[in-house]
C-alpha cells in the first residue's frame, strides 16, 4: 500500500486531528518519499490570541514536510460546518480530490463532534466512485481514530481492521502534537501525550508491535 508513489491525503476537521490521527503514519509516507496533504476545515478558536491555533499548524505542517496543506473555511464555522450546505462541503473535497489524485485518503470517524460528523459524511459523498468526479485513479480510503471516540452518536464502536505499526515514527508524532500548544491537557487527559501514546501503545498490542495507528478500511482497491 505505501511506496514513493503514495499520496495521502487527510481530511481534518481542526489543526490537530491529523497527528492525532495520522502523525505516524504521515512519518512513514515520508520515509519513503511519498507526499502527504492535509486540508483542515476550520482552524478553531482559542482563548485570548485567536490566530495561535492557525500559526500552530503552519508550524506542524512545516514540521511534517507536507507537500500541500489549506484551510477551507474561516472560524465563523467553527462547531458550525452543520451550517454550510452538504452539497458545498462536497463540491470542495471533489475540488482538492482533483487537485491532488490521493492515493489514499484517510477521513476522521464521526464521533459526538458535529465538524467531525459533517467531514465524515462529506467525505463519503466526494468519494463515491472517484471517475464520477474525473479522477481516473483509485482512492482507497481509511478511516482514522483519535480521541474520546468512544462517546458518539452511534451503537457501533470503531472496530479497526488496518494496523500501521508506528514504533518508529512515535517520536515524531509526539513532538509534532507537541506543537499545539494550545490544545495540550493534563497528563491524565486522551487528548495530551500521555493519552496518545497510550493509545498508540494499546493499539500496537494488538499487532505485537510497541506502538500502531489503527484505522477502518472503508474501500480498498486492488489492481
Known amino acids: 500500500m505505501l511506496n514513493s508513489n503514495t499520496r495521502l491525503l487527510i481530511l481534518s476537521p481542526h489543526p490537530d486531528d491529523e497527528i492525532l490521527g495520522c502523525g505516524g503514519l504521515m512519518n512513514k509516507i515520508n520515509k519513503i518519499g511519498g507526499e502527504?496533504?492535509?486540508v483542515v476545515f476550520t482552524y478553531g478558536d482559542a482563548v485570548d490570541v485567536p490566530d495561535i491555533r492557525k500559526q500552530e499548524f503552519e508550524k506542524v505542517m512545516k514540521y511534517m514536510n507536507v507537500s500541500s496543506h489549506k484551510c477551507l473555511y474561516s472560524n465563523q464555522f467553527h462547531l458550525r460546518l452543520d451550517q454550510i450546505p452538504m452539497f458545498n462541503?462536497?463540491?470542495e473535497i471533489e475540488k482538492i480530490l482533483r487537485a491532488i489524485r490521493p492515493t489514499i485518503c484517510a477521513i476522521p470517524y464521526p464521533s459526538f463532534n458535529q465538524d467531525h460528523r459533517v467531514?465524515?459524511?462529506?467525505?463519503?459523498?466526494?468519494?463515491r466512485i472517484p471517475s464520477i468526479i474525473g479522477v481516473?485513479?483509485?482512492?482507497?480510503?481509511?478511516?482514522?481514530?483519535?480521541?474520546?471516540?468512544?462517546?458518539?452518536v452511534y451503537s457501533r464502536a470503531f472496530e479497526p481492521n488496518i494496523f500501521?505499526?508506528?514504533?518508529?515514527?512515535?517520536?515524531?508524532?509526539l513532538h509534532a502534537f507537541n506543537i499545539y500548544e494550545s490544545q495540550m491537557k493534563t497528563q491524565k487527559h486522551a487528548i495530551s501525550s500521555s493519552g496518545i501514546q497510550k493509545l498508540a501503545s494499546m493499539r500496537g498490542l494488538s499487532i505485537s508491535e510497541e506502538y500502531a495507528e489503527?484505522?477502518?478500511?472503508?474501500?480498498g482497491i486492488i489492481k
Not at 500501521?164 to 508524532?173: A, H, N, R, T
Request: aromatic share 10%.
Open 89 to 91: 462541503i462536497i463540491q
Open 164 to 173: 500501521i505499526d508506528i514504533s518508529d515514527e512515535i517520536g515524531q508524532k
Open 136 to 152: 481516473n485513479d483509485s482512492i482507497n480510503v481509511l478511516i482514522y481514530e483519535y480521541p474520546q471516540i468512544a462517546w458518539n
Open 36 to 38: 502527504n496533504h492535509v
Open 119 to 127: 467531514v465524515y459524511e462529506a467525505a463519503i459523498g466526494a468519494l
Open 214 to 219: 489503527a484505522y477502518i478500511l472503508k474501500r
